[in-house]
């Protein structure tokens, strides 16, 4: 090591190079005095490189580039903090993608940036999503160490707890009303197979009762009734009661629990006409026994028998965690039903606003909704995301330039929507030798108003060039700097200022608007004398 005290001798070094150096002694210079700098001192290796190395090559060994964040008051380097990383799961460009996204979401801390480095692409997914996805909030207390706890998503939580592989179920049921305890809870029977409850709604503030059965928790039956009750389409006279009396005067409590399917529909009749729940006397309208959605009529699917449509999609939906409505509409339609609901991609990019412009295209294409063909090479999302980011903005449309041939690379720019609707829907006009696509577009090149330019091709039968070249009124808005003034009152055109000129001095509409035009008093001393 070599310790270097002044610029002289930095100069007797640069002089006494064996053969002739490739850089200025002003850029020997500043390269040692950095180094200096840095480290102190320097050595022979450093100073061949910053004699005969081109600016490029000292720049790549010698000056990476840096990216640093500020956390809890500390500047890290992501370089040296992932190096030191005993075996990341990604590599750094990913990693440092990864960093710049927390940032952005104000979720960086000294956990997510090791996490960053450390979890591989589906467990990234699981904690912070890939693309879209939706804060979750503990307040269950089946895992009290959590409760209060704010996650990323639903997914995190779920890994967290190690109950991912049943992030299908547990969602579905969530979505469905569940509370999330009660999902994580109950145990997954098909509906055709749980013992059922028959229950009691009572109020103090009425004599008044309601007898139901559930094959879920008469918790959630519960919840079902008070969503009923908010929707006012509903008439039923239970939620008619419950909007007008309130739900905290209403109690819910099981007659007989654990009953068989086949006994089930016997049993709710048997207490509604105990208890006198059926209208007038009680909110039930009917004597009872027709399993919630009715008798239905019995549906087979891939061999398996169902009672109905309902209680196929209920049970499908719980299997496979596809939303009981698309389960539904597959059966209408006689359609096959998925194994299981879609999964987010382990892309990175998954979700975000690229990928789905990519997804889009490709999927559009293959249904027919989008005109052209899809280059192979875009099947793939990375070769896409090579082709099109130099200019990306999420604000802008990707076009075609050549409408005959391919979506892809070198085919294909970004632009305004206004210019994609003039690219699709536009007429190309040819004005004094250049192309135009639309006549808005010529219009806005000129500085001329699309109505005026209209006026001069229909009704007074200029060519397009003629009408480009016409010189604007002195009152025209695009040459006018100063707003049109009368009686100061300012007017941002001559229309709204001939309208208040016709009304003020007695005159038509034209009258107004031709002084105006010609700047000649708007009251003439013939009129003001009659």
């Not at 610029?7 to 053969?19: K, T, V």
């Not at 040692?32 to 061949?48: E, P, V, Y």
């Not at 999420?394 to 041939?405: A, C, G, N, T, Y």
Request: charged fraction near 30%.
């Amino acid at each position: 090591m070599l310790m270097i005290k002044s610029a002289s001798e930095i100069e007797a070094i640069y002089r006494a190079a064996n053969s002739v150096p490739q850089v200025r002694l002003e850029q020997f210079r500043a390269r040692i005095k950095s180094c200096l700098n840095r480290i102190g001192c320097t050595d022979d290796a450093r100073i061949h490189d910053a004699l005969y190395l081109n600016a490029a090559e000292y720049k790549a060994k010698y000056s990476p580039r840096r990216t640093y964040v500020e956390i809890q008051d500390s500047r890290i380097d992501l370089g040296e903090f992932f190096a030191a990383v005993s075996s990341p799961s990604v590599s750094y460009s990913a990693f440092r993608q990864r960093v710049q996204r927390l940032r952005k979401d104000e979720l960086l801390d000294r956990a997510t940036l090791e996490q960053a480095a450390q979890l591989n692409t589906a467990e990234w997914i699981s904690f912070f999503g890939g693309g879209r996805h939706q804060g979750f909030r503990y307040e269950g207390v089946e895992y009290p160490e959590h409760h209060g706890r704010e996650f990323r998503s639903i997914s995190s939580f779920l890994r967290l707890i190690g109950r991912y592989e049943d992030k299908a179920i547990i969602w579905s049921r969530m979505k469905r009303g569940w509370e999330i305890d009660e999902a994580l809870t109950e145990p997954v029977l098909p509906l055709d197979e749980r013992p059922g409850t028959i229950y009691l709604i009572a109020s103090d503030r009425c004599s008044e009762q309601y007898v139901g059965l559930t094959r879920n928790r008469i918790e959630q039956r519960w919840r079902s009734h008070l969503r009923a009750a908010l929707e006012a389409k509903i008439d039923t006279p239970l939620a008619r009661a419950i909007r007008q009396i309130g739900q905290d005067h209403f109690t819910i409590k099981a007659l007989e629990v654990d009953i068989e399917q086949s006994q089930l529909a016997d049993r709710e009749r048997y207490w509604i006409a105990h208890l006198d729940t059926q209208e007038p006397n009680g909110f039930n309208v009917k004597p009872g026994g027709e399993m919630g959605a009715g008798r239905g009529k019995e549906i087979e699917y891939e061999g398996e028998m169902f009672p109905s449509i309902e209680v196929a999609s209920e049970v499908l939906s719980e299997r496979t965690g596809i939303a009981k409505h698309v389960v539904h509409r597959r059966l209408s339609q006689n359609e096959p039903i998925p194994d299981k609901a879609r999964q987010m991609s382990e892309h990175p990019d998954a979700g975000t606003n690229l990928w789905r412009r990519w997804k889009s295209l490709i999927n559009g294409a293959k249904a027919g909704r989008r005109s052209g063909k899809i280059c192979a090479s875009w099947k793939s999302y990375d070769n896409f995301a090579a082709d099109v980011r130099d200019g990306y903005d999420p604000d802008l449309l990707l076009v075609r330039i050549d409408k005959s041939e391919p979506w892809c690379g070198g085919n294909v720019k970004w632009v305004t929507k206004q210019t994609a609707i003039e690219e699709i829907h536009g007429t190309q006009l040819i004005v004094e030798g250049k192309v135009y696509l639309s006549l808005n577009a010529v219009a806005r090149e000129y500085g001329i108003g699309r109505t005026t330019l209209k006026n001069r091709l229909e009704v007074q039968g200029l060519t397009i060039d003629e009408a480009v070249r016409k010189s604007l009124a002195p009152t025209s808005k695009s040459l006018r700097k100063e707003p049109i003034v009368i009686d100061g009152n300012e007017f941002p055109s001559i229309n709204q200022a001939a309208k208040f000129a016709a009304k003020r001095y007695r005159l038509s509409f034209d009258q107004a608007r031709d002084r105006i035009r010609r700047g000649v008093p708007l009251q003439r001393k013939e009129e003001s004398n009659a």
